[in-house]
């Protein structure tokens, strides 16, 4: 079963940056279309940007042109760049990949943000 760790959240002023990282484990990482979720408090679990194997990407427009997700097959890693940020931006995120979101043993801690004036 692939699982995932998500760590370089933290706190931040508006208008700051953070970058996220996601390490994956025990699956073929480099076949999957992989994507960054956030979880803000009493809400659902939002997909806000997701890249396929190959590379190339898709946003949700609330984080569109201040987002940016990448990856490293050869490292099973994918990031999320994130700048500008807002703050509705607060949220925990997590990494997963849309083919395996309903798998519960897939979704890793995730890495809290905070963005706060």
């Known amino acids: 079963q692939v699982q995932f760790v998500e760590s370089g959240g933290g706190l931040v002023h508006p208008g700051g940056s953070l970058r996220l990282s996601c390490a994956a484990s025990g699956g073929i990482f480099n076949i999957y279309t992989m994507g960054w979720y956030r979880q803000a408090p009493g809400q659902q679990r939002k997909l806000v940007a997701t890249i396929i194997s190959g590379g190339n990407t898709n946003y949700a427009d609330s984080v569109k042109g201040r987002f940016t997700i990448s990856r490293d097959n050869a490292k099973n890693k994918v990031y999320l760049q994130m700048n500008s940020l807002k703050l509705e931006d607060t949220a925990v995120y997590y990494c997963?990949?849309?083919?395996?979101?309903?798998?519960?043993?897939?979704w890793g801690q995730g890495t809290q943000v905070t963005v706060s004036s």
């Open positions: 997963n990949s849309p083919a395996l979101e309903t798998s519960v043993g897939s």
